[in-house]
């Protein structure tokens, strides 16, 4: 069984949705693109529950999950919206036995981003009967950008593959395929900061983004192969450090100090916002993510353009403030976008941040015009 248990055990495994543009050759997920799924820290997701014949209880299990890594002390916050309009996390409960979600700002544009296809109120979802779901934990990891932890390179599982293809095919329903299996157990996500390769994360047996396993189904390393994978339904000490690490909390007038701005290339009569240094990315181990923020408060209502500056790849966001919430109002493509134009209303405070990806040169910066 690939689960824990209690006859039910091979419910607990979601399909994360591939995210755009992965690898479908069953190797490593590509960089770049992970980390240009990240939401903007200072973000409020509000999510949205559609009617599908769910219990209130379940409802609980899901919210209850939600206020849990609200507690994590991440820069992120949930908050149940009835507005269907305004929600950025759109949870359904169709019972086809099918757990998902959209993996961070892959959501946008998609009609329904999670769904929990099985009851969340089996005695294995939470401990002690809490009504805190962990499939409910695990598929929120995804929508602020977590991959399953068993996907990990740095665990270095040798998977009995033909054994896991077998017995998902025979307790999955609808079965799954080969691909099914490749996307979400065999292929190794890298686990980054900045948009390069962090080397340096261990993997955690303990982690809510493991499927369960049982060691028959493991051919190495050892230690995992000793116990298989748990069902976890707790977060971890590690979940809760990556999450505060990919939303970090910053002072908002940071990046403003020091400003040079004979130093920033000139597009026409450009407002230079900012220009700081980078940490230099040397291809080996990257410690920290790196994320700028900054404030901005138009003169004017018009379309305005957010022009990066140097050579560097990174994801520029642009939040509004609605009321003391932080609501999304667009996000750049950090692979290939350099600009992030958008109209903006006079006299409102805006929130910009700036998520650094690839940069080959010792300074960037981004102006405004
Ligand atoms: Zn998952």
């Not at 479908?24 to 997920?29: E, T």
């Not at 920033?264 to 980078?278: D, F, R, Y």
């Not at 996000?331 to 805006?350: C, E, F, I, M, P």
Request: aromatic letters at 10%; hydrophobic letters at 35%; proline letters at 4%.
């Amino acid at each position: 069984m690939a689960g824990a248990g209690e006859g039910e055990g091979h419910h607990f495994v979601c399909t994360s949705v591939p995210l755009k543009g992965g690898s479908d050759d069953g190797s490593i997920l590509e960089a770049v693109r992970y980390s240009n799924s990240f939401w903007a820290p200072y973000t409020t997701l509000k999510y949205y529950y559609f009617s599908d014949g769910q219990s209130a209880e379940e409802e609980k299990a899901v919210s209850n999950a939600f206020d849990e890594w609200n507690k994590v002390g991440m820069n992120i916050t949930f908050r149940r919206t009835r507005s269907l309009a305004t929600a950025h996390l759109r949870v359904g409960f169709r019972q086809d036995g099918r757990s998902w979600s959209t993996v961070g700002t892959d959501a946008i544009g998609q009609r329904r981003t999670m769904n929990f296809g099985w009851s969340l109120l089996s005695r294995s979802e939470s401990r002690n009967n809490t009504r805190l779901s962990a499939t409910a934990l695990h598929e929120i990891g995804h929508a602020i950008c977590f991959q399953h932890e068993h996907q990990n390179p740095n665990a270095g599982i040798t998977w009995d593959r033909a054994a896991v293809i077998a017995e998902m095919a025979r307790s999955q329903s609808p079965p799954w395929t080969e691909a099914d299996c490749d996307v979400n157990i065999f292929a190794l996500v890298r686990r980054l900061d900045n948009g390069a390769v962090l080397e340096g994360s261990n993997f955690d047996k303990d982690s809510i983004m493991n499927y369960p396993f049982e060691s028959n189904f493991i051919i190495a390393p050892p230690a995992v192969k000793a116990t298989g994978l748990l069902r976890n339904v707790v977060l971890s000490a590690q979940d809760k450090a990556w999450a505060k690490k990919w939303y970090p909390t910053t002072n908002l007038s940071r990046g403003l100090e020091g400003v040079d701005k004979n130093a920033a290339p000139a597009p026409s009569s450009p407002v230079v916002l900012a220009l700081w240094e980078l940490q230099k990315i040397s291809g080996s181990a990257v410690e920290s993510t790196q994320v700028s923020f900054f404030t901005f408060k138009p003169s004017e209502s018009r379309k305005y353009v957010l022009q990066l500056v140097g050579n560097v790849k990174a994801r520029v966001s642009v939040l509004d403030n609605i009321d003391g919430e932080h609501e999304p109002l667009a996000h750049s493509n950090g692979d290939t976008d350099t600009q992030l134009k958008l109209v903006l209303g006079a006299n409102r405070d805006y929130l910009i941040t700036v998520r650094t990806g690839e940069c080959a040169s010792e300074e960037y910066g981004i102006v405004i015009y």
